[in-house]
C-alpha cells in the first residue's frame, strides 16, 4: 500500500508565518508534575511568540491526574487533555495524542520533566530551518547506572545492526514532526508501533539536537523490568526479520557441523579398528550430552523468536485498537477515536 496522505492547502508555508504548535506529552500519575509541565511548556513557546497547544494523554492513572488536568484546561483551554479507559502503554498513549493533536508542527515529549520544556523553541528554529523531523537525543544520563548506560549502547547498537535504521545514541520519544510527517505517521496502518524507528524510517528531512536530561521533578519512572523488556523485544523485531534468519544460518552451520563430526567419528573407528592407526574417537556420555543440551537450547529460542514474530501477527489480525478514549476536552473529538480499529491506532 502506497500512503499518499492529503497535506492540505498551506501545510509548508506555515513554518514562516505564525505557525500553531502541538504538544503531546502522555502521563501516568503525573498529577504533581502536569501544572510544572504547563508553565515551563507555556514559558518556552510563548517566549518565541508561537501559538501552542499542550495535549496531555491521561494514560489510565490511578492518582487525581484527570481532576488536575480538567482544573487547568478551564483556567486555561490551551491545555487539552484526553482520558484513556485504561493504561495502554507508552507507545499506544503518545498514539492517541497523536491522532488527534492539531497543529502544524507536533512535539512529543514525557510528562515527567525529563525532557527539558526549555528546548523547544530549538527544535522549533530547526523546523523553520526546513526540517521534517527533529530528533532530540540525549547526551549521557547521569540519572541512570553505568551498567542500565551500556545496556541501552548496546542494545541501540544492535538493532541499528538489524533494522538498517540509525537508532543509536540517547534516542527517545522526544522529537518534532511536520505536519506532513505526522499525517504520514498517523496514515500507518500497524498497531503495535515502535515510534522511534518508525520516526526514522519513515523518512523526510531529518536532524537533531542534544539535551541534557534532567531529573524527575516529582515521582519516580513507571517502567518497570518487565516493561523495559518488553519495549525492547517489540523494538528489537519491529523492523527486521534478521532473528529469523540468523538461526536458519544457525541450523545450516549446526547441521554442517554435525556432518563433519561424524564423519570424522566414522573415520577415526574405522582406523583404529582395521589399521590400528589413532585411537577410538567416540567421547561417550558426556559429548552426547553436550550436544543434545546444546541444540536442544538452539532449537527453543529459535522457536521462541518464531512465536514473537507469530504473536504478533495475531494482535495484528485481531485488529483491536490501540487506545480507547473515555473523555476528551476537545471541543470536536472524532466520535469513532478508540473505538473503530480502522480509525484508532
Not at 35 to 60: C, K, S
Not at 247 to 265: D, K, Q, R, T
Not at 286 to 300: D, H, K, P, Q, V
Not at 315 to 320: C, H, L, P, Y
Request: one cysteine or more; a negative charge; proline letters at 4%.
Amino acid at each position: 500500500m502506497t500512503v499518499q496522505p492529503n497535506l492540505g492547502k498551506g501545510v509548508k508555508d506555515a513554518r514562516a508565518n505564525p505557525a500553531r504548535i502541538s504538544v503531546v506529552a502522555p502521563a501516568y500519575n503525573e498529577s504533581e508534575n502536569l501544572p510544572v509541565l504547563f508553565e515551563r511548556v507555556r514559558e518556552a513557546l510563548e517566549g518565541i511568540d508561537v501559538p501552542f497547544q499542550l495535549l496531555v494523554v491521561e494514560n489510565g492513572s490511578t492518582d487525581n491526574s484527570i481532576d488536575v488536568l480538567r482544573d487547568m484546561h478551564e483556567r486555561d483551554p490551551r491545555l487539552n487533555y484526553i482520558r484513556l479507559s485504561r493504561n495502554f502503554g507508552h507507545q499506544g498513549a503518545l498514539t492517541a495524542g497523536m491522532a488527534v493533536a492539531e497543529g502544524d508542527a507536533l512535539i512529543s515529549m514525557d510528562a515527567d520533566l525529563q525532557h527539558p520544556p526549555e528546548v523547544l523553541p530549538e527544535m522549533i528554529a530547526k523546523w523553520r530551518e526546513g526540517y521534517d523531523v527533529v530528533i532530540a537525543v540525549a547526551n549521557t544520563n547521569a540519572t541512570q547506572s553505568l551498567a542500565r548506560r551500556i545496556i541501552n549502547r548496546i542494545y541501540y547498537s544492535v538493532i541499528t545492526g538489524i533494522s538498517g535504521l540509525d537508532l543509536r545514541g540517547g534516542l527517545s520519544d522526544f522529537r518534532l514532526m511536520d505536519g506532513s510527517a505526522a499525517l504520514v505517521m498517523k496514515s500507518l496502518p500497524e498497531r503495535s508501533r515502535y515510534l522511534r524507528g518508525l520516526a526514522r524510517w519513515i523518512g523526510f528531512s531529518q536532524t537533531s539536537i542534544s539535551y541534557e536530561i534532567a531529573e524527575r521533578f516529582r515521582g519516580e519512572s513507571k517502567f518497570s523490568l518487565g516493561q523495559l523488556f518488553r519495549f525492547g523485544v517489540d523494538g528489537a523485531l519491529a523492523f527486521s526479520i534478521l532473528p529469523l534468519r540468523l538461526f536458519l544460518v544457525l541450523g545450516f552451520f549446526v547441521a554442517g557441523s554435525s556432518l563433519l563430526y561424524a564423519c570424522y567419528l566414522v573415520m577415526s573407528k574405522l582406523l583404529s579398528d582395521h589399521f590400528g592407526i589413532g585411537e577410538n574417537a567416540v567421547s561417550g556420555f558426556t559429548t552426547l550430552a553436550a550436544g543434545i543440551f546444546f541444540l536442544s537450547g538452539t532449537i527453543l529460542m529459535g522457536i521462541g523468536i518464531l512465536g514473537e514474530y507469530i504473536g504478533r501477527i495475531y494482535d495484528e489480525t485481531k485488529a483491536r485498537p490501540s487506545y480507547i478514549v473515555w473523555e476528551s476536552s476537545l471541543k470536536d473529538p472524532d466520535p469513532e477515536s478508540g473505538s473503530d480499529p480502522r480509525e484508532a491506532r
